[in-house]
């Protein structure tokens, strides 16, 4: 028997309504969700104890859209805070982080505090290394991973603030990638998060940026399908050991290489035991076969790290060979040039290069993160 068009349309109008009314339920229990997290990390920064009394340089990416209204938001803050003449200097095309933080530091700066995405990050900690100054963090942009496995809180500048000026800091390892192969006098660059060669290279250096701030993260995916299947690389790697041991990996091939300091992206582990202050780098090679049902194992294999919250691979993951280590350094020297980057930021190609960690080389204030244990301590105003 047929329904009649009256019974159908009554039926098709509360299937809208009830898949309306669930969508509206989604959308309202992520919205109460942020909104108590934004509460608790405004409750954490509170019990901070603020310092007022010393200079701090803010360091920001014009180029980010979220850039003036951070600057404005920054700029309020300090005035309801006590903070009195705050430094803010922007970033330029010839005048990049590390060439600014230089600068607030000849001026008297105390602390210094990046305010863009991980390029900036990383740019502004390559002054900071090694200086008695403190570095802050305050994340604006898409990635900000050094800022997520920092626990710094992202999408919340007034909790950041709060961190980047109180008291409550730790010693955080810099990782290297020195580019041996090149004539540039400045082929050191560092790194807090991953730093790679091969497949991530090129996909990061493919992704529109158009479409990365329409759709953040899943433009990385669109550009990914382009090197699917990129020639592999072929070399030898040379990893020295927490030990002082140097072991050869002779023949190894790839499809992506990576050193990596901190261990997680949104909503992933990619590798599980990398930890920021350990004076380890966590390297890992990627290789993948038998086309897509390759990257099907890999991303499992990811998928069951990121659960089990070990480095482990999964025995599901037949067609992908994960193979990770620990060291102070590798080395690699392969048959050809790859294209390379450092968080994000494209070096170019290379066919022999090192990876390093500079133990503790960074004061960076940050927030206490409960799987760690308590903070490292609080941070005295530098004179």
């Given at each position: 028997?047929?329904?009649?068009?009256?019974?159908?349309?009554?039926?098709?109008?509360?299937?809208?309504?009830?898949?309306?009314?669930?969508?509206?339920?989604?959308?309202?229990?992520?919205?109460?969700?942020?909104?108590?997290?934004?509460?608790?990390?405004?409750?954490?920064?509170?019990?901070?104890?603020?310092?007022?009394?010393?200079?701090?340089?803010?360091?920001?990416?014009?180029?980010?859209?979220?850039?003036?209204?951070?600057?404005?938001?920054?700029?309020?803050?300090?005035?309801?805070?006590?903070?009195?003449?705050?430094?803010?200097?922007?970033?330029?095309?010839?005048?990049?982080?590390?060439?600014?933080?230089?600068?607030?530091?000849?001026?008297?700066?105390?602390?210094?505090?990046?305010?863009?995405?991980?390029?900036?990050?990383?740019?502004?900690?390559?002054?900071?290394?090694?200086?008695?100054?403190?570095?802050?963090?305050?994340?604006?942009?898409?990635?900000?991973?050094?800022?997520?496995?920092?626990?710094?809180?992202?999408?919340?500048?007034?909790?950041?603030?709060?961190?980047?000026?109180?008291?409550?800091?730790?010693?955080?390892?810099?990782?290297?990638?020195n580019i041996l192969d090149s004539a540039e006098p400045d082929h050191e660059h560092g790194f807090l998060v991953i730093a790679g060669a091969g497949?991530?290279?090129?996909?990061?250096?493919?992704?529109?940026?158009?479409?990365?701030?329409?759709?953040?993260?899943?433009?990385?995916?669109?550009?990914?399908?382009?090197?699917?299947?990129?020639?592999?690389?072929?070399?030898?790697?040379?990893?020295?050991?927490?030990?002082?041991?140097?072991?050869?990996?002779?023949?190894?091939?790839?499809?992506?290489?990576?050193?990596?300091?901190?261990?997680?992206?949104?909503?992933?582990?990619?590798?599980?035991?990398?930890?920021?202050?350990?004076?380890?780098?966590?390297?890992?090679?990627?290789?993948?076969?038998?086309?897509?049902?390759?990257?099907?194992?890999?991303?499992?294999?990811?998928?069951?790290?990121?659960?089990?919250?070990?480095?482990?691979?999964?025995?599901?993951?037949?067609?992908?060979?994960?193979?990770?280590?620990?060291?102070?350094?590798?080395?690699?020297?392969?048959?050809?040039?790859?294209?390379?980057?450092?968080?994000?930021?494209?070096?170019?190609?290379?066919?022999?290069?090192?990876?390093?960690?500079?133990?503790?080389?960074?004061?960076?204030?940050?927030?206490?993160?409960?799987?760690?244990?308590?903070?490292?301590?609080?941070?005295?105003?530098?004179?």
């Amino acid at each position: 028997m047929f329904m009649s068009w009256d019974a159908t349309s009554s039926t098709v109008a509360w299937t809208v309504a009830i898949i309306v009314a669930a969508v509206f339920l989604v959308f309202a229990i992520i919205s109460s969700m942020r909104s108590s997290k934004r509460q608790r990390e405004m409750a954490a920064a509170d019990e901070r104890l603020s310092d007022q009394t010393i200079t701090y340089a803010f360091i920001i990416n014009p180029s980010k859209p979220e850039s003036e209204e951070a600057r404005a938001t920054i700029e309020t803050y300090c005035a309801e805070h006590g903070i009195v003449h705050p430094l803010f200097l922007d970033t330029q095309l010839d005048k990049d982080g590390r060439a600014c933080a230089e600068e607030a530091l000849e001026r008297g700066a105390d602390v210094v505090i990046a305010v863009g995405g991980d390029g900036t990050v990383r740019t502004v900690a390559s002054a900071m290394a090694y200086s008695t100054h403190a570095f802050g963090v305050i994340p604006i942009g898409t990635g900000n991973l050094f800022a997520r496995n920092m626990g710094i809180p992202v999408n919340n500048i007034e909790a950041a603030l709060a961190i980047a000026t109180s008291h409550g800091s730790r010693r955080v390892d810099m990782g290297r990638m020195n580019i041996l192969d090149s004539a540039e006098p400045d082929h050191e660059h560092g790194f807090l998060v991953i730093a790679g060669a091969g497949f991530d290279a090129y996909m990061i250096n493919d992704t529109d940026p158009a479409l990365k701030k329409n759709i953040s993260w899943f433009a990385y995916f669109v550009a990914a399908f382009k090197h699917l299947f990129g020639q592999k690389s072929r070399g030898t790697i040379l990893i020295r050991t927490a030990a002082g041991v140097d072991h050869a990996l002779s023949n190894v091939q790839f499809r992506t290489i990576m050193a990596g300091n901190c261990g997680n992206i949104p909503g992933f582990s990619l590798m599980p035991d990398a930890l920021f202050d350990d004076g380890l780098l966590d390297i890992e090679t990627i290789d993948t076969r038998g086309g897509l049902l390759g990257w099907a194992s890999l991303f499992g294999d990811v998928v069951h790290k990121t659960l089990t919250r070990s480095s482990r691979q999964s025995p599901f993951a037949t067609h992908a060979t994960v193979r990770q280590y620990q060291g102070t350094s590798a080395e690699v020297i392969l048959e050809k040039p790859v294209l390379a980057e450092v968080d994000g930021d494209i070096l170019g190609k290379s066919d022999h290069f090192m990876f390093s960690i500079d133990r503790k080389a960074l004061l960076v204030r940050a927030p206490k993160l409960s799987e760690l244990g308590s903070e490292t301590g609080t941070l005295p105003p530098v004179a």
